[in-house]
């Protein structure tokens, strides 16, 4: 339940800000919400700094926690490392109430102090990395942005690999039907990704293969795959109708549909090994799920 709307009656005729103070709510928290727009009144009106109230009530949308029992499978006093389950969100948006996130077990666990320090989609499984102060969050964030670290993903795709593959392809937004896909193109980003095979199934037709991110696009590794005409099984936005893909994200298709057009309930794809460097230790790890 990570965002949930909480409601106040109101004292008519004062400020918001003085209103706030007598709320069981940390004043610079809720100060934060009104600056981020999270206050709102009985039209849902977003209340603005020394607004006079007028409404009865108003509402404020906060994040407060819960936890299922997830556990990091490594922490120091600085970090720690999850191996997040395919099909749980990393972090909620405020509009999506009553979601449970991997976000909820990182405030439960540090008290609001852990923060992300990079992020992997839904239905990827895998390695992410928490930051449990706010020395190690600025260290860490940094480390990501200047790319010193190294981290490979597993996946299983579409027909045969047999030698290691190096993808150069430009990646751009595809400004189509569906605002967060991305295409290759000459005009886009550079981007580059290597592929090594693992393993294939000549039964169903299918590579396991490791991909290796040189860059950090959105998609990348799903994007160059199904470039090269070896889609990831279970992608439901890539390698597939566009109709379908909207009716995905709309919640409009089963499992059995899923299934039968992806072959997979899940996407197969995994952040399956992470290796940085802190405080002069170098740190490895691998994820302890099976791509299946």
């Known amino acids: 339940m990570p965002y949930i709307k909480k409601e106040f009656k109101t004292k008519k005729g004062i400020k918001i800000e003085e209103f706030l103070k007598e709320l069981p709510i940390d004043l610079k928290l809720s100060l934060s919400l009104l600056e ?12 603005q700094k020394n607004q006079i109230l007028k409404s009865e009530f108003i509402y404020i949308t906060i994040f407060e926690p819960i936890t299922k029992g997830l556990k990091p499978i490594f922490e120091t006093f600085h970090f720690a490392i999850f191996d997040k389950p395919s099909g749980l969100m990393v972090h909620p948006s405020s509009h999506q109430l009553n979601i449970y996130t991997l976000l909820d077990e990182i405030r439960y666990l540090y008290k609001g102090k852990g923060s992300l320090v990079h992020r992997i989609d839904t239905e990827t499984s895998g390695l992410v990395l928490v930051a449990k102060n706010a020395f190690s969050d600025m260290v860490l964030k940094n480390m990501f942005e200047e ?9 299983i795709v579409e027909g045969k690999i047999t030698n290691s593959i190096e993808i150069n392809s430009a990646i751009t937004n595809d400004n189509g039907l569906i605002k ?13 990704t290597l592929i090594n095979p693992i393993f294939y199934d000549e039964k169903n037709n299918q590579t396991q ?4 991110p040189q860059t950090g696009r959105q998609h990348q590794i799903r994007v160059h795959l199904e470039s090269i005409g070896h889609k990831i099984i279970g992608d439901t936005l890539y390698g597939v109708d566009e109709k379908f893909a909207d009716e995905f994200l709309k919640n ?3 499992e059995e549909q899923r299934i039968e057009v992806t072959k997979s309930s899940r996407l197969m794809l995994q952040a399956d090994y992470l290796e940085f460097i802190f405080l002069d230790n170098i740190y490895k790890f691998k994820s302890l799920q099976k791509l299946k």
């Not at 981020?36 to 209340?47: A, Q, T, V």
């Not at 967060?180 to 580059?192: A, H, P, Q």
């Not at 293969?209 to 290796?212: D, L, M, N, R």
């Open 209 to 212: 293969i490791e991909a290796i």
């Open 180 to 192: 967060l896909k991305m295409r290759v193109d000459e005009k886009g980003k550079e981007s580059k």
């Open 147 to 155: 790319k010193e670290y190294i981290k490979k993903y597993q996946a």
């Open 252 to 254: 409009k298709i089963s």
């Open 36 to 47: 981020k727009g999270k206050i709102s009144d009985e039209k849902n009106s977003r209340l």
